[in-house]
Nanobody, 119 residues
């Protein structure tokens, strides 16, 4: 089991920035990927950005060049620096961890943090 706790959401004006952070605990040595997903009202949860243990990143096309993901592997934290926020970025942002145990992948989610971008 992995527990994920997010922080850093809030209300920001369009064009502004926010930094989201997530701390992982529990079976941290089983973690292979840490990252962020988001879900807006009436929409499915979708990828924002992830980073695996080798530092390979994936970004949603809509956030490339505006968002940056980073990890601290000593503290098992993952952060998302968001810039040039748009109203379409408003959503609940979920911290995500993909773990592997005996060849089986298990996914874990945080409780979510709200990001609201006002125009």
């Amino acid at each position: 089991q992995v527990q994920l706790v997010e922080s850093g959401g809030g209300l920001v004006k369009a064009g502004g920035s926010l930094r989201l952070s997530c701390a992982a605990s529990g079976s941290i040595y089983s973690i292979r990927v840490l990252g962020w997903y988001r879900q807006a009202p009436g929409k499915q949860r979708g990828l924002v950005a992830t980073m695996d243990n080798e530092g390979v990143t994936k970004y949603a096309d809509s956030v490339k060049g505006r968002f940056s993901i980073s990890r601290d592997n000593d503290k098992w934290t993952v952060s998302l620096q968001t810039t040039r926020l748009e109203s379409e970025d408003s959503a609940v942002y979920y911290c995500y961890a993909a773990t592997s145990f005996r060849g089986v992948q298990y996914d874990f989610w945080g409780q979510g943090t709200q990001v609201t971008v006002s125009s």
